[in-house]
């Protein structure tokens, strides 16, 4: 991180209703200038709606939000200038190339020819797809295209970028390139916001993460903070069938344990010294009739702070 404080966006309260059901749930947050912050849940968690509040897409119920010092109520035209938005669907015309796509958009942008011209080939270059940009995207593969998509989004140079699900349905190298462009735009000073249900990119790619599920903010940290909720514990995970509430109270009784949680046939126990306590866990399964297929001992990572968290598996 570059160690810049001033917080550039700033989101205070922010509810979004549809009838009686609250998509964002009084949801607050500040992210600083320079940072990667990331709106870690399942589908269907409110962070795409959070994101579309935010880019003036949507109209919040209730709550503030400030982008730069800007209302995204009252000042939507001069946010649209800073911001560069990344859709979680790609937005780009198959028909059309790479650079007949950027061509288009730039000039939406209302970028002069050649400063077009200089824009589009930087952006191909940080791409990877110098060499295929006058091949029609009907022959690109999901991840290329979605390479493109991001380069649509930072031709106007935007200070902030908003990307939802940068990385849904991409190729390992794919992956890797938006990886590696992420880190570059921030080693350079932009500021990014991104949604994801992929451990992965929270882990390799945010300096804090905002935890989501249902619509409210549930934890906010850093990685490492965040995994301090979980603690020195050892989580086990069993995976079995026939799973009984005796079986339950029987492993809860045990000193050690700390947390058990169940989501179908997926029992984790958050507990200390697991692998001293494995073979009375063992025990306790068989005698209660439980049918274990697997059972495995891991430390804590994102996936077991958030069945933590939540009582329930990280839902794809």
Known sequence: MNGVEQNIIRVEHLVKRYNNIAAVNDVSFEIKKGEIFGLLGPNGAGKST??????GLLEPTSGRGIIDGFDI?????????????????????????????LDFYAKVYGLPRRLREQRIAELLKMSGLTLRADESLQSYSGGMKRRINIAVALL????????????????????????DTILELNSKGMTVLLTTHQLEDAEKLC????????????????????MKLV?????????????????????????????????????????????????RIIDILTDSGTKVDSIQIKE??????FLHLTGTKLRR
């Open 231 to 279: 603690g020195e514990s050892d989580i086990v995970r069993i995976e079995a069938r026939d799973i009984t509430q005796n079986t339950i109270t029987s492993l809860e009784k045990i000193n050690n344990v700390q947390k058990i949680s169940v989501d179908g046939e997926t029992m984790t126990v958050q507990l200390l010294k697991g692998r001293e306590m494995l073979a």
């Open 207 to 226: 300096h804090r993460i905002a935890i989501v599920d249902n619509g409210k903010l549930i934890a906010l940290d850093t990685l490492e903070g965040l």
């Open 156 to 179: 106007h140079k935007p200070r902030i970028l908003f990307m939802d699900e940068p990385t849904a349905g991409v190729d390992p190298q794919s992956r890797k390139r938006i990886y």
């Open 73 to 101: 109520q009252k000042n939507a035209f001069e946010i649209k200038k800073i911001i560069g938005v990344v859709p979680q669907e790609i937005s780009l015309y198959s028909t059309l190339t790479a650079r007949e796509n």
């Open 300 to 305: 804590p990572d994102l996936e077991t702070l």
């Open 50 to 55: 959070i994101i579309s509040i935010l880019c």
